[in-house]
Structures are given as C-alpha cells and as structure tokens.
T-cell receptor, first 108, second 112 residues
C-alpha cells in the first residue's frame, strides 16, 4: 500500500465550481498533515496545514479523519489561478511524505 | 516575505562528475532538508539536517550524497559521482521547528 494515495485526476472544472480532493495515508503514527500546491516545474508551496478539527482559509477547507486515515481539501468558487497539482503531504519523523498529486484544471 | 533560495537553477553535468547544489535557507530557520523530484514522479525526501548533523535520511541518500552547512547561511548537497538516474529537480527546504517546511525554487540537475 502506498504511504500517501491520491486520485491523480485530472479534475477539469469550470470557473466558479466547487471541487474536492481526497487522500488516504497508511501510517497511523503520522503526526502532521498538509496540502501543498505545485505548479508545473515549480517548487511545492504550502497551501495549508490540516488540523483534526478541520480548518478553513478563504475558499479552501481541509478536513482530517484520523480514524479513517483520510484527508480532504475542498476548493469553493474555483479560479483559473487554482489550476495546479495539489499534493497531499503527511509528516512522519522529520520528513514529509508526498502523494503523487491531483491535477486540477479550471477552465473559463 | 523571506524565501529559500537555490543556485544554480539548472546544472548540466557529465556522468561520474561531482556536483554541489547550494541553498540559502530562511534566516531564522533551524531545520534544513533536501528533496528530489524525478520528472513525472512524486517529491521524495532525501535528508534532514539540524544542529550541524544529519537527523534523518532516506534509502536514496547513500554514500554518494553528502550535506554540509559550511557557514552561517549556506546549506549544500554534494553528489560525488553522478549517475544518469540522479537527473531530477532537487529542492531545498527549511523550517523553524519541525513543522511547516518551505521550499526553494529548485535546481534542475541533468546528468548526460
């Protein structure tokens, strides 16, 4: 089983749509959880940390279910600039373990 | 906003040559990391560094690789004898504590 699994997509959505990404992780001892975004051939950029209680940052909402080892990201009112690869990331020890990413394409 | 910087942005080298990739972490950060991403694949952890020593390393980080903090600002990754399969984007990252890690723009290494 992969350490962090994501649906690779691509998700093709119109501007203004709501889109949700899911992720599962295998290591129940994982301590911290994040969503990063990565534009083509660029570095991963931290989008948001994910807390057990769930958290929201503007149009972005992240949820964590430790019992199911499941993480989600919801993007509301999608913008063209949201087009990117969204990386589910789990921290264990000192290292970040990345999923392969979900591609989002927002079209006008 | 403080950023991690990396040089060079692109390095082309011949198989068997040594390369040094350089990073300047964010100034008040204490933890430093190297990751790599082979084209079309996921980002993979190589090594973490704290208090002038390696705190964790992956299986990828074998004897060909070494890291160093030669002064108060730079953090380097050396590959002693490059192989074709070392071709990848190499990202440096840093963090204040061991929580949120911020990545540099990467060095694209091409081994021919």
């Amino acid at each position: 089983r992969k350490e962090v699994e994501q649906d690779p997509g691509p998700f093709n959505v119109p501007e203004g749509a709501t889109v949700a990404f899911n992720c599962t992780y295998s290591n129940s001892a994982s301590q911290s959880f994040f969503w990063y975004r990565q534009d083509c051939r660029k570095e991963p950029k931290l989008l948001m940390s994910v807390y057990s209680s769930g958290n929201e940052d503007g149009r972005f909402t992240a949820q964590l279910n430790r019992a199911s080892q499941y993480i989600s990201l919801l993007i509301r009112d999608s913008k063209l600039s949201d087009s990117a690869t969204y990386l589910c990331v789990v921290k264990g020890g000192n290292k970040l373990v990345f999923g392969a990413g979900t591609i989002l394409r927002v079209k006008s | 906003e403080p950023e991690v910087t990396q040089t060079p942005s692109h390095q082309v080298t011949q198989m068997g040559q040594e390369v040094i990739l350089r990073c300047v972490p964010i100034s008040n950060h204490l933890y430093f990391y190297w990751y790599r991403q082979i084209l079309g694949q996921k980002v993979e952890f190589l090594v973490s560094f704290y208090n002038n020593e390696i705190s964790e390393k992956s299986e990828i980080f074998d004897d060909q690789f070494s890291v160093e903090r030669p002064d108060g600002s730079n953090f380097t990754l050396k590959i002693r004898s490059t192989k074709l399969e070392d071709s990848a984007m190499y990202f440096c990252a840093s963090s204040v504590l061991t929580y949120e890690q911020y990545f540099g723009p990467g060095t694209r290494l091409t081994v021919t």
